[in-house]
């Protein structure tokens, strides 16, 4: 029984997930947040992982908690998952500044986009 809920409630939040659904912590952006920490596919990859882009069109990786995904960003050790990469989310030197505009961890920020 708890597999089946736990089944319906991953497929209903990725059934909610819109065409263009902001990634960002700033509660006031119209159009919808998303948290940061919310997708939890330990399976995911570029085939089945929503994507995250600036406000540029850059990719910014794949959103899943699959740490071997060389494209996710939960991925420690990859491009878009790195601390040390500029092109990572979670550089907060880089793409994931507090300061930046599009940085989904700026709080007054207008965040990412995702895309399915």
Known sequence: MKKFIFLIALLTSFSAMAQDERYTINPYV???TMSPDGY???YGNGA???K????QGNFRGNVNSNRY???SIANPYGRYGSRYS???IKNPYGAGSRYSSDSPYNPYGSGMYIQE
């Not at 995250?52 to 406000?55: A, E, G, H, N």
């Open 40 to 42: 939890d596919n330990p």
């Open 86 to 88: 500029s092109d990572s």
């Open 52 to 55: 995250i882009y600036d406000s």
């Open 48 to 50: 089945n992982s929503a």
């Open 69 to 71: 995904d060389p494209d």
């Open 30 to 32: 119209s159009g919808g």
